[in-house]
């Protein structure tokens, strides 16, 4: 069965295994694991963790019989408790806001100087979950030239549960940051590149600009002018993004800044030159 992932879900900390054994037991209404992980298709080694999970913040409910069953509640008592879980941890985060300002200001180093950090993260979904997340809580600037590694790597993620671009778009929506993409494309890549603007249209909305060039190179992000992330790719690679390094310096922040002006100068606005499949005749 192909149930639907209610994505607001996540937001009160519940995993995609997690959100699927709930729509399974909303879709059953009683119903033991072997049948969840069915209807759900929810791992076996995942499934009894998720019910216990579920069933501890008041989401479901579980008999303890032999096999063990689960019940599921109203859909409107539901919702009611997903507010309420989602208020309780606003709440908390609010109550413990000012502290955590205190603390990680009292941390800040007193030497002033130019001191580079450099973190390497292996594998695409790495990549994605430790380095691009970034990008969701910048505050001011984003300047990104992305390639069909880049769309791949994101794609999967989504594929994954983890929508790295809407909660970038999210930010870049909240704070009103300036956020600026070009897309480099080859003859071969250009209908990758079509599919994914069109999967992710209303997230690629609340970019401040989008521009196309064929001048390939190698993918880079630069974040509020002092952090810069390098995706690493390679043919021989079966996922072709194999590693990325995040690296804050101010020095590398601004010289790739300053290429990221160049190309954008000469990038292309539109996407007529691309808008179709480029080894199809045209009529």
């Not at 507010?83 to 709440?91: G, K, M, N």
Request: with cysteine; aromatic share 6%.
């Amino acid at each position: 069965m192909r149930t639907p992932d209610p994505e607001q879900l996540e937001e009160i900390g519940l995993s995609l295994y997690e959100r699927k054994a709930l729509v399974a037991l909303m879709v059953c209404g009683v119903a033991d694991a072997a049948t969840l992980c069915r209807e759900g298709a929810v791992p076996t080694s995942k499934i009894y963790r998720a019910m216990e999970k579920l069933a501890q913040m008041g989401l479901a409910q579980t008999q303890p019989t032999r096999p063990k069953l689960y019940a599921a509640l109203p859909a409107d008592a539901v919702v009611e408790r997903v507010v309420e879980l989602a208020r309780e941890r606003a709440d908390r985060f609010a109550a413990g806001a000012d502290e955590l300002r205190k603390t990680l200001a009292a941390l800040q180093g007193r030497v002033r100087g130019r001191h580079t950090f450099v973190d390497l993260a292996l594998g695409s979904e790495s990549h994605v979950k430790r380095h691009l997340v970034h990008l969701s809580t910048a505050k001011k600037q984003i300047l990104s030239y992305l390639e069909q590694g880049d769309l791949v790597a994101i794609d999967q993620a989504t594929a994954q549960g983890f929508p790295a671009l809407r909660r970038i778009a999210r930010n870049t929506a909240e704070r009103k940051v300036e956020h600026r993409m070009i897309f480099g494309f080859s003859y071969r890549s250009a209908p990758v590149l079509v599919e994914f603007l069109r999967k992710h249209r209303v997230d690629l909305r609340q970019a401040t600009g989008v521009r196309y060039s064929g001048e390939l190179g190698h993918p880079f992000h630069v974040i509020d002018e002092e952090t810069v992330l390098l995706p690493l790719d390679h043919p021989f690679v079966r996922e072709g993004r194999f590693a990325s390094l995040l690296i804050r310096d101010p020095d590398l922040a601004a010289s790739l800044a300053q290429g990221f002006q160049e190309l954008w100068r000469k990038a292309m606005r539109d996407l007529r030159e691309v808008s179709a499949d480029p080894r199809k005749p045209s009529a």
